[in-house]
């Protein structure tokens, strides 16, 4: 099976080769020539086969009868759904149903869930996974530049950049297949400073670590631009001719003391000096963040200080230079770009702007007054949930129990839901509280398009046939689109056919796709957006000679030294950060189906510093404690002298009593309404008497 990973935003090419035996067959995993890994596939991509093939898998719809999920036809499954759909939707309104997406869905079934609740259900509350992992830096990037593409310039630049900042990336865990490009800059000169609470795998590859308090980046970057300006690494030729409000900012700046941003970001006023005076004295740089900056209830803000620093450096739009938010899931960047989000039409259109929701209802056929108007983000559709403004929700591509911050809360708005179908490969955290399982297809046997971080276009061929009576998602949304009597707005027989008229959709738009086919994908193995033409080769590198912006400038801003939404207090003294490791995958319920990858990580744990643990009567591998104000769990400990003294770490990727997301704080950035993920308040106790 020559295929894709369907894990994270890199997307290595592999090869499956089932070898039969008498019993059973055994498979080796190749990996396969691609551009963005080199050829190179990392531990879950090798095992990526395991959840695939295993006998966990959805092969029939379920309907909870008598409070048990029961084996049903697609008939009665799609009888279910009409029935209830039309009984909330007569009695509530058409956004009495929502709709929730995720990034590992392909772009043909991410644009089809967009137009599904736009065109089918006609209701406002649509939105996705994305939410929690791009919007900071896609709302950032979209506002200070103009386009939000993950990277303004290819993989194979990096080697090329003299000094490189990571900030809250981890790398070497979450994109194992992208550090030779690190090891090459390094090799060729490069200093890399990494920003993060915790030694990981990618500050080890770091020159100098700066080990900011949790929440503290915006303050940080704060701090380097003081020393970049006042020192005299400004590149005023490039802040003159394509910036603007630049004489804000450096105002903004000169009433800030080193000092003081010391102070409050925990990392000393010399190594600030340090990491600004690498950056400004290199020929040549780039920037990336992700998560660590990113899941903050000041994420936007936060990423568009990084930007400032590229730009104020000029460090952009030339060889070696550039800006790169690390896209998380194997769809994240085509995931956000063609309709999933609440706010959001085809080709990043805008459901606000008269003219996109014109262009995009003659696409579809549809009178424009029909379009429904802007919804709320995914953790606000929770809330509506809980308000009972939404009554029934269809999940697709997610595990919302374990993935939502403040999960206690949402796991009972789900449970209120008069209809909750999940459509899904197994039976997630979620789909076991649902009224209606939809199996559906896995990567081995869904094709179509995924738009890896880079903002590269691949064909992802199928390899064999849909699992039992399983569907591809697509397919399930034209089955109920046509239940619905929508069946002539969803007349697709192949995911090529939706991608066609996707092109079209996006053409025009910031996420251009009409130049883009699955015949040159085939041949040229993965195109660039933004491609208007057939002709057109694909935009490597961004922003050479102007942004996005009609006027040509990039926007600097003045950026507060935000603090996190929670503080930590007597009872609750300790930051809470979480996050990810190398052998599972966001909730898990992937990887834990993959014998290989579970039994290298089999239970979630806490990190915690050896003098913290000892103030707390913490032993290490004990059983312990975590509680914030929202809920509790149960993790073992690790002492690790690699954290902060006054932060510990807990990964995402375990439900039920290890769900992290039981204690974590649902404050929400007031742009991009990103959770703030990696900040809050525990208190630990240890369950060992
Ligand atoms: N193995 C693995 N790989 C994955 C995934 C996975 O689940 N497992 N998920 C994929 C997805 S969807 C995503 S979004 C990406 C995520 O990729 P990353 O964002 O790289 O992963 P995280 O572990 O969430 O966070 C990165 C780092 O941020 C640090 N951090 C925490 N708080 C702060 C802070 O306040 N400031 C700073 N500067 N750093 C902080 C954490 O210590 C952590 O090391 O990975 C993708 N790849
Ligand atoms: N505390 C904390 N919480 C976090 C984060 C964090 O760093 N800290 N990170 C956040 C981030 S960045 C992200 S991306 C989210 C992700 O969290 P989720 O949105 O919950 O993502 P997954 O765990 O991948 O869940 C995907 C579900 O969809 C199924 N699935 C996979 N592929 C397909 C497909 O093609 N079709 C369908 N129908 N189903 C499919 C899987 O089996 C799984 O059940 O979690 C967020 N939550
Ligand atoms: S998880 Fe990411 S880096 Fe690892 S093989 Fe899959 S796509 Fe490549
Ligand atoms: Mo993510």
Redesign the pocket.
Known sequence: MDTQCP???VQCKMQIIEHPGQLRSTYTVQPKPNAASEGRLCI?GMNAYQHALSSSRLTYPMARIGGKLERVSWEEAYRLIKTNVTALQQQYGRDSIGVYGGGSLTNESAYLLGKFARVALRSKYIDYNGRF?MSAAASAVNKAFGIDRGLTNQLSEIPLAKCIIL?????A???PTLMPYFDRAKENGAVIIA????N?GTTEKADLHLK?K????AALVNGMLKVLIEEGYANESFIDSRTKGYQDLKQHISELSLDHLAEITGVPAAQIRQAAELFGKAATGMVFT????EQ?TDGYMAVRNFLNMVLVTGKIGREGCGYGA?T??GN?QGGREHGQKADQLPGYRSIENPADRAYIAGVWGVHVDDLPGKGVSAYEMMEKIHAEEIRALLVMGSNPVVSNPNANFVEEGLRKLQFLVVADMFLSETALIADLVLPTSSYLENGGTLTNLEGRVLLREESRAALGESKHDWEILCGIASQLGAEAYFPYSTAESIFEELRVASRGGIADYYGITYDRLRKEEGVYWPCPSVDHSGEKRLFEQRFAHPDGRAELISVDNHFPAEQVSAEFPLYL?T????????TGVQTRRSATLAARSFESFMEIHPKTAKKYRIEDAALVRLESKRGSIVVRSRHTTQIREDTV?VPM?WGDIQNVNKITNQALDPTCRMPGF??CAVQVQSLVK
């Open positions: 894990f994270c935003s879950k992992c900030a809250g990336t981890n790398i865990e979450c994109q920003i993060d609470p915790r990981t900011v949790p929440g503290m980046d992700a998560r660590g900056v903050q690390i998380g899931q994240g950060t996050g990810r490791v190398l052998s599972h995958y966001l770490f990727h990696k900040v």
